[in-house]
């Protein structure tokens, strides 16, 4: 047992609900990539249920109603889409003032992890995780690679997670 005593402690289950900003996935005018990812949760996450899936466009307002909405139903949200740096990149705007708390051990990781993957490049993202309410949000990159890198990380520590945001 560490310092703290706590740390094994968990939720056995937990809900996630995906929110994917695209702006060209919502004309239709791009394949959503990141519908079979959460469609076959159950094998990358085993203690995940997929609770909801929404696709929206790169609207601050709509990106903060769907989190606010989601928060109420899902224990963690995955906000995929809008981590970049262009003008059209506002879901880190949109959750940031609604958290309770962040969590920026989250996107320090993530960034680490992607630099194998992508070199450089990994820096411009500004993925970052939240509680809302009692959920954790997730702020990721809109690429595949990037929920799948995500996933692995959200699902190894969103049991103890979830433990310790609902104490």
Do not use: Q, W
């Not at 076959?40 to 996450?45: E, Y």
């Not at 224990?75 to 309770?100: C, H, L, M, N, Y």
């Not at 051990?105 to 990994?122: I, P, Q, T």
């Amino acid at each position: 047992m560490g310092a703290h005593g706590h740390e094994h402690l968990f939720v056995d289950r937990f809900s996630i609900c995906f929110i994917v900003t695209s702006d060209s996935v919502l004309r239709g005018l791009k394949t959503d990539e990141i519908r079979p990812i959460a469609e076959n949760l159950g094998s990358l996450c085993p203690k995940a249920l997929l609770n909801g899936y929404v696709v929206i466009g790169n609207s601050m307002g709509d990106i903060r109603k769907a989190v606010l909405d989601n928060a109420n139903r899902c224990d963690v949200i995955i906000v995929s889409g809008g981590t970049g740096i262009s003008r059209k990149d506002v879901s880190v705007e949109a959750v940031e003032p609604v958290a309770d708390k962040a969590l920026p051990g989250f996107g320090e990781l993530f960034r680490a992890m992607s630099y194998r993957d992508v070199g450089a490049r990994a820096y411009l993202s500004r993925a970052s995780a939240y509680v809302v309410n009692s959920s954790l949000v997730f702020v990721v990159p809109g690429n595949p690679s990037a929920v799948k890198l995500a996933l692995e990380i959200i699902c190894e520590m969103a049991p103890h997670a979830l433990y310790e945001a609902r104490r």
